[in-house]
Nanobody, 121 residues
Framework: QVKLVESGGGSVQAGGSLRLSCTSNQYNGYMAWFRQAPGKEREGVAGIDSRDRSSYADSVKGRFTIPRGGRNVLHLQMNGLVSEDTAMYYC???????????????????WGQGTQVIVSS
């Protein structure tokens, strides 16, 4: 059974940085970070495929990166944080996307429990 554990969330002032980590007990070809703010739908933030090609939501391009930290670790480096980035952040993974786009929640069967990010202005 695949397990995903997120870490690195916390509180930071606007303009600051945070680095989230997602550790899995096995390699996953496709991994992504999603976030969900109160009262809003879960949205894709960044994704990476088995060839380490990354994709980003327009709202985070130029500020966030999604490097792998090894075969079983995925990071989300968040710079230039703004209050709109406040959300619960979730790691997602699967061997294939099943025809879905990387930012579709239906593309992933495996999810972590989430880590909270709070950005104060």
């Amino acid at each position: 059974q695949v397990k995903l554990v997120e870490s690195g969330g916390g509180s930071v002032q606007a303009g600051g940085s945070l680095r989230l980590s997602c550790t899995s007990n096995q390699y996953n070809g496709y991994m992504a970070w999603f976030r969900q703010a109160p009262g809003k739908e879960r949205e894709g933030v960044a994704g990476i495929d088995s060839r380490d090609r990354s994709s980003y939501a327009d709202s985070v391009k130029g500020r966030f990166t999604i490097p792998r930290g090894g075969r079983n670790v995925l990071h989300l480096q968040m710079n230039g944080l703004v209050s709109e980035d406040t959300a619960m952040y979730y790691c997602a993974a699967d061997w294939h996307l099943g025809g879905h786009l990387w930012n579709n929640t239906q593309a992933y069967d495996r999810w972590g429990q989430g880590t909270q990010v709070i950005v104060s202005s």
